[in-house]
Structures are given as structure tokens and as C-alpha cells.
């Protein structure tokens, strides 16, 4: 039997999401939990201060309303508290409504809890709430003479690191680039909002939560944590998931909010945020200013290599992302620096959204690089070529599967970069300046313990089970692939049942960790339920058979200490300017990509297009813009917060290379969800600067930037 592993499988969950069949967290209704009560969150007008009077009679006299919650009557709640074997803050307790003061602009000061959405919503506008407003600090730009280095950054990755002498290096180098680039405020923003049905169960004292996730098992431990329950007392449902992007890694406000209700009120609550509480509530990609410091031979060769990345954080909630981290492995330099510096601000705690780390940190670098390959007269390829490492610049350990040079190789054949125009602004289409660009992506392969189940029972089908989630990326069908593989099975004997909080314990869907954690750990439970299986010589009895797989954390995994392990590829991209507006439009994409093993070149294609897509607008759409007054996000909905729609991205294709990574797992499997959104916007950016001779390194590229620096016309 041929393997089912990598191949084109449609989404088996595809019929039940096309016929409107997948229940998500919102939508379950009385026959399955009882008639729900309807929450709206009312957050705070102001950005600092504090709640001097709230006066929630009117609100509660209005129809339908059963509860207004404020600080005033909110129970008491569970406190954050670091969790050391769970290095990141998902884990821990959010309370909510536990204090009058307000630490961001939108923080919830009352929930009101009706017979329906619209009384509540109605009603939420009669809280009457006077506050003592304090100033406060909002404008990142302003305040980076603020900045301090925090001891760790999120998973307890080093902030600094130095090897050899750069300074002297970099001063003695024959070639130089020097620059500083700034990377907006971003958000996730998936289809469906957070959102979370909360279902209390009186007579067990339990409550269930039926909640957009993206990790059950942090879900649980969040909300057992605030409401000081026993775990064992919360249980989550969450099969279906309309994107996360990082913003459903943890639960937030909705899902607090709306548990203390239900447990209150003894009967289901609902709440979702609105579009423009996401942007409050949420929390978002931190802004960034970058400095890169590079320094060449005439050859090219990098001699020094600095990184130096400054960012916001919420003082209450210190949170970092690793902005220059994966250059620690990217390009050999004798000399090398990376430093991460935090500047407090009183905005929401910022959090994981999209590739954290390396989307903005390659969005620098890897514009950096074409700024180098210009300097030097060589081709961006050629340049990336000549420090291509034999082993981790950093670790001094091998690496297990690098295979970027031939992602760029591969890529610029297919591309037809020998087409690319030498000199910058020197290729025209009518009215459109022509440029092409390129970059290099890499991310990291995270891994983290992970646990599932099978059952085979007497009709000889298998059943899968793991709180692991699909979030759209296609888990459902590639963890069938795996088990039908694993168990000799064709795909339909075998039904994948996850987003669970009874089921087996995984690290959910994000930081590309999903499909390789939970498809190992699938695997081995498949292995072992043979082995039972057989040693039963095959007969099944009537309650089944069922076994167990796990697989470890990257801590308890020797292969982590002895290589370096991260995915690669590279980007090409054709874009035109319009000569006289500056308008840029993509013209055509390409991404070659490596990954180890790819478990569906379907579903694979379409998260790399999908990343690739999330760069193009980290590149020329993506901002959002802060009132520096007050905290508060000015352009708070998708009419103001721009990102690439079907117009925007015409020819683009991603190609995955054929491969096994022997050191990952026993796949051979590594992340692919945030891979193409690395480096993307750099490729971007750089045939921006390919079509014009004019760099912009205040990202997103909008035309207003580029205008300036357009070649004089005649006429
Ligand atoms: Mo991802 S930003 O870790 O969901």
C-alpha cells in the first residue's frame, strides 16, 4: 500500500464547513446547551486612570438585562502567576472587572448580561461611568530613549548575544550598511471574533466553555486559573476554529467575562467581541524600530553582523518578541551581535501574532541584505550565497536540514530572476516602473509535549483523539492521513475527533508547532495499538482497543541540543509603481519552500500562500495607527485596518521541496504554518526598491512614501 502521507487530500472537514454543518464557538444553540443569555463587554474610554463613580442603574432597570458585572460586584479572581514549566503567559489567570483602575484604553469596566444581543447592547450604552483620567504613555516613537533590556525573551530565549568583536569588525569592514527600520502595530484579526459560549452544569458545580482557542489545554488552565476552579471542573469545547494567527492562543476577555456570568447566573452566557474591541482587547504585534548593522568583505562575506531590535511592552505584562533572535542562525559572520530592548507603554499586553519574531526581525534583515547586495554591486542571491554557514554561526552545532541555498537556486530558476532589471528604476511597462526582489525566510521548529489517543473498535475503524485544534490549516486531515498510514487504513475508516479538553493534552495550533507535535504523537499511538493489537492476535473486543502516544518537549529532546533545526525558502516578487502616483501593485509572487516532510501538498500550498499574502501586506498594507492622546487605535475595523484582498495578490505560487528531516521526528515533518510569512515582505520590499532606486524603511511601503523618491519624467 503507498502512503498516504504527503499526498493532495481534500479536507475532511471540508463538507461540513461548506454546508454550514461546523458548529463554531458562537453559533451553539438551546437543543445543545439551553437558551443562552447574551453578554456585552463595555471597555473603558480612556487610556490610564481610574473609575471614580460607575452607576449601573439605568443599565439594569433596562429591557432584558439580568446582570450588570462591574468592578463593584465581580467576584474574586485568580492572579497572573509565571508559570516556569509553561514558559509562556497563556497558561496563567486574566481577571477581569478586579480593580477600578485602568491600565489601557477599551479595558472592560462592566459586562452586561441580557435576554438578547441587542438589549444588551442596548443597555451597555446606559453604564454610566465618570473617570479620573491620568496621563499615560502611548507613542512608541517618543519614548525609545525609555528602553531596558529584559533578562529573557518568551520561551526563555536569550536577548542578547555577542560573538567575537563587532565593533572593531564592523568599523574596519570594506563595505557598509547602516540602517534603522520601523515595523507598525499589527494585528491578527481572523474571520471569526473571540468568542465564547459559557455553560454552567449546577448540579456538578462545573462549567464548560465553548470557545474560539487555538489551545485547549491553555484555555482550561486560563480559566481554572481566574475563577480558582479545579481544572478538572472546567472542560472546553472547541472543534471548529475560524483562524487564530496568534490571537486565540490565549482566551481573553470574552471568555472570562462570560464564565463568571454563567457561573453567576446559573444559565448559558454568550459573549463575542465586536471587530473594533478586538483591536483593545487583543493583543497585538508590538511596533518595532530595528537597527541592522552589516559589514562585508568586496567578496561579500559578512565580517560583522549586528541585530538590534526595540519594541513596546505592557509594564504589568513584560512580554517580548524575538524579533533578531533567528539570525542567530541565519548567516555566518565571525563578528555578530543581537540585543532586544522593551519600551513600556500603557497599551494592552502585546502577544504572538503571525510568525512572532521573525515576520518584522526579516522584514529588516532581509531588506538589509538587498541594501548590502546594492552596495557591493552583486546579486541579492549571490550575496545571501556567499554566507551561507556550514554550521549554527552561534551554537557551533550542525545543522539537520538546511536547504536554503537551494530554495533560493531552485526559486530564482523558476522565477526567471536572470530577467531581474540590474539597475533600479531602469525598466518600464507604460506607465509602471518594473522591479523584481528577493529574500530569504527561515523559521524556527518549535516542539512541545504533546499526547493522543486511538481506538480501534470491533468494525475494524479507528477513532483519533486529541485536544489538539484545527484552525483552519487543515489538522483534521493530515492527522487522518497520519493514522491512516500508521494503521494500514484507507482515510475513511478513520475519523479524528479534537479541541477537547477530555482528550489526550497537546500544545494546540501555533507557533508552527501543530502538525508536527500532534502528528507524531498520532503516529505513535498508531504503533502502539498495533502492537496491542497484535499481541492480541487482531481480535478486538467489544469496548475497543485503544493506546496511547507522546511525544516530548524540544527540552527533553537531544536532538534540539544538537542541531540547529529550522525550516527554509525564499521569495521572488515582481512588482510595477506607477510612475506618477507611486502606486505599487504585486505583478507575481513566487515562494520555494523546505520543510521536511510535507504531510498534505494541499493544505501545505495553501498556508504558504496564505503566509506569503500576510507579508505582501506587511510589506505595503498592514498599520495600525495609534491616537497618541489616549491609547486608543484609531483605524479599529477592517475598512481602516488595510490587508491584502484578491486584487492585491494576482500570480502567486508556492512550491514545497521534497524532504525528510531525519532529526525532527519520525516524520520527518517540520512547521510550515508561519514559514512563508518570513521574509515575504522583504521580497516585497525590495523589488519596491528594484522598480524605483527609492528604500523605504518605514514599513508598510504606501505610496506617499515612494512619491518622493520617483525618477523624474519628462513632460
Ligand atoms: Mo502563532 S502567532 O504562534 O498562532
Known sequence: MTTMIGKSVNRVDGPLKVSGQATYAYEYWDSDVGQPLYGFIVGATIGKGRIARIDTTRAERAAGVRLVMTHLNAPAQGIPTPNPSIPLPYWVAKPELSSPDIHHYGEPVALVVA??????????????????????????????????????????????????????????????????????????????????????????????????????????????????????????????????????????????????????????????????????????????????????????????????????????????????????????????????????????????????????????????????????????????????????????????????????????????????PARPASVRDGRWLIGYGMAAASRGHPQAPTRARVRMDPDGN?????????????????????????????????????????????????????????????????????????????????????????????????????????????????????????EIRLRRMLGVFAAGRILNQKTARSQLIGGMTWGVGAALHEEAVIDTRSGAFVNRDLAGYVVPVHGDIPEIDAIVLDGFDDKANALGAKGIGELSICGSGAAVANAVFNATGMRVRDFPITLDKVLPGLPPQDG
Not at 533590556?149 to 520561551?155: F, G, M, R, S
Request: net charge negative; aromatic share 6%.
Open 462 to 582: 479507528a477513532v483519533v483523539q486529541s485536544d489538539m485544534t484545527d484552525i483552519g490549516t487543515g489538522t483534521y486531515t493530515i492527522l487522518t492521513q497520519v493514522a491512516a498510514d500508521a494503521l494500514g487504513l484507507p482515510i475513511d475508516r478513520v475519523r479524528v475527533e479534537l479541541g477537547r479538553s477530555e482528550f489526550p493534552a497537546s500544545w494546540g495550533s501555533g507557533g508552527s508547532w501543530g502538525a508536527a507535535n500532534s502528528s507524531n504523537a498520532v503516529r505513535r499511538a498508531c504503533e502502539a495499538l498495533r502492537e496491542k493489537l497484535q499481541t492480541a492476535d487482531g481480535r478486538i473486543p467489544a469496548e475497543g482497543l485503544e493506546a496511547e502516544g507522546e511525544i516530548v518537549g524540544a527540552a527533553d529532546d537531544p536532538n534540539f541540543k544538537n542541531y540547529s533545526m529550522s525550516s527554509y525558502g525564499a521569495h521572488f516578487a515582481e512588482v510595477g509603481v506607477d510612475v506618477d502616483t507611486g
Open 115 to 420: 435576554t438578547t444581543f441587542e438589549q444588551a447592547r442596548a443597555a451597555s450604552s446606559l453604564v454610566d461611568v465618570e473617570y479620573a483620567a491620568e496621563p499615560g504613555h502611548y507613542d512608541f516613537a517618543a519614548r525609545q530613549g525609555q528602553a531596558y533590556a529584559p533578562k529573557t525573551l518568551v520561551l526563555g530565549i536569550a536577548t542578547d548575544t555577542a560573538v567575537g568583536d563587532f565593533d572593531s569588525a564592523f568599523a574596519g569592514a570594506e563595505v557598509k550598511v547602516d540602517q534603522r527600520y520601523t515595523t507598525p502595530y499589527e494585528f491578527s484579526q481572523p474571520m471569526e471574533p473571540n468568542a465564547c459560549l459559557a455553560v454552567p452544569h449546577g448540579e456538578r458545580e462545573e462549567l464548560t466553555a465553548y470557545v474560539s482557542t487555538q489551545i485547549v489545554a491553555a484555555a482550561r488552565a486560563r480559566i481554572a486559573n481566574t475563577l480558582r476552579m479545579d481544572p478538572r471542573r472546567i472542560h472546553v469545547v472547541a472543534p471548529y476554529i475560524g483562524g487564530g494567527f496568534g490571537s486565540k492562543l490565549a482566551v481573553h476577555a470574552e471568555t472570562i467575562l462570560a464564565m463568571l456570568a454563567a457561573r453567576q447566573l446559573k444559565q448559558p452566557v454568550k459573549v463575542a467581541m465586536t471587530r473594533q474591541q478586538i483591536f483593545q482587547l487583543v493583543g497585538m504585534r508590538t511596533a518595532s524600530s530595528q537597527r541592522v548593522r552589516l559589514g562585508a568583505e568586496r567578496d561579500g562575506r559578512l565580517v560583522a553582523l549586528a541585530h538590534e531590535a526595540t519594541m513596546y511592552t505592557n509594564p504589568r505584562q513584560e512580554w517580548s518578541e524575538p524579533m533578531a533572535a533567528f539570525l542567530r542562525s541565519l548567516y555566518a559572520a565571525p563578528n555578530r551581535l543581537t540585543r532586544h530592548r522593551l519600551v513600556p507603554l500603557d497599551l494592552q499586553g502585546n502577544e504572538d501574532i503571525r510568525a512572532p519574531g521573525e515576520a518584522p526581525g526579516m522584514l529588516a534583515l532581509e531588506s538589509a541584505m538587498d541594501e548590502l547586495a546594492h552596495a557591493l554591486a552583486m546579486d541579492p542571491v549571490e550575496v545571501r550565497i556567499q554566507n551561507e554557514p556550514t554550521r549554527d554561526p552561534e551554537r557551533d552545532v550542525p545543522s539537520s536540514d538546511r536547504r536554503l541555498v537551494e530554495c533560493m537556486r531552485e526559486g530564482a530558476r523558476r522565477f526567471g530572476w536572470e530577467r531581474r
